[in-house]
Every structure is written in structure tokens, then in C-alpha cells.
């Protein structure tokens, strides 16, 4: 998998994924409308399918609501890529499909770049500085959920 990056720094919290005031929209899609409105303005209008996210430490501390994960799912982003995740938000983001890897090497990629992510090997390869950053890889039953789409759909489909 491959997209240019957007790039956060630490301790980005739920709140920033997506403003409470938009926690009465229910679906991926409205949600997505507002993603990172007010550290990222641009963000909301100039996503695009396949995009990434890369952050630096904590990436989604705060509430443990399940809006900032929806809200990302709904911009269609192909992952996010961060030096470490509040444990909650993490366990959210799998739970509905929503990829993420852990990787040190993040204040190394810059806002723009485009990357190749192989989330079985955990490698992630900067196509435009030639460097490579090795990950945690995901374990084959995450990567099961997140291509079935989430837990939900997972479980349906292994009972």
C-alpha cells in the first residue's frame, strides 16, 4: 500500500481528530467532513483516498470516544503511522478497520512524502528520500480484521 503523508506531532489528541461539536454526526462520512478542522484546515477538503497519517508520540490521547477513529475511516486514509498510540484509541481503531503501526523512525518523514507500507513486514519505505523505517508489523489476526473492515465484520466471517 502506498500514499503521500500528513504529518502530526505528539500527543494528538481526540479532540483534534475531530471537535466535539461534531460528535452528533453519526456516519464515517460526516464525520470526515470536519477531521483535524482546527489544527489542519485544509486537511477536510484535501485528503485524499489512500493518504497517511504519521504522528509522533501518543497519537490519540484524550477521550475514548470512537468518533476520531470513524472520523479517520471516513476520510478513506490508507493508515496511520505513529511512534506510539493512547492504548484506547488504538484498540477503537482496530475494532472498526482502521489501520495503525507503530514505527520510532517518524520525526524522519515530513509532510508530503509518499511511502510504501507493508503492514505484514512492518517495513515502510520513504519513496521520496530513499530511506527505509522498520515498524511494528501487524499481527495476521489484526490484519484480518482490518480487511474484513473491523471486528464486527471479522466475526462474522470466522463464525
Not at 80 to 85: E, L, M, P, Y
Given at each position: 500500500m502506498?500514499?503521500?503523508?500528513?504529518?502530526?506531532g505528539d500527543d494528538v489528541d481526540t479532540d483534534a481528530v475531530i471537535p466535539g461539536r461534531y460528535l452528533i454526526m453519526n456516519t464515517p462520512e460526516e464525520l470526515a467532513a470536519h477531521a483535524f478542522e482546527g489544527v489542519r484546515p485544509e486537511f477536510?477538503?484535501?485528503v485524499k483516498e489512500g493518504d497517511i497519517i504519521v504522528a509522533g508520540n501518543n497519537f490519540g490521547c484524550g477521550s475514548s470516544r470512537e468518533h476520531?477513529?470513524?472520523?479517520?475511516?471516513?476520510?478513506?486514509?490508507n493508515c496511520?503511522?505513529?511512534?506510539?498510540?493512547a492504548r484506547i484509541f488504538f484498540r477503537n481503531s482496530i475494532n472498526i478497520g482502521v489501520a495503525l503501526l507503530e514505527c520510532p523512525d517518524?520525526?524522519?518523514i515530513e509532510d508530503?512524502?509518499?511511502?510504501?507500507?507493508?503492514?505484514?513486514?512492518?517495513v515502510i519505505?520513504?519513496?521520496t528520500k530513499g530511506e527505509?523505517?522498520?515498524a511494528t508489523p501487524l499481527p495476521e489476526f489484526v490484519r484480518g480484521i482490518m480487511d474484513a473492515g473491523g471486528l464486527i465484520e471479522y466475526t462474522r466471517q470466522i463464525i
Open positions: 502506498s500514499g503521500r503523508v500528513w504529518k502530526f477536510p477538503k484535501e476520531a477513529p470513524i472520523a479517520l475511516k471516513g476520510t478513506k486514509i496511520v503511522i505513529a511512534k506510539s498510540f517518524t520525526d524522519k508530503g512524502d509518499q511511502l510504501d507500507v507493508d503492514f505484514a513486514s512492518g519505505k520513504n519513496v527505509q523505517y522498520q
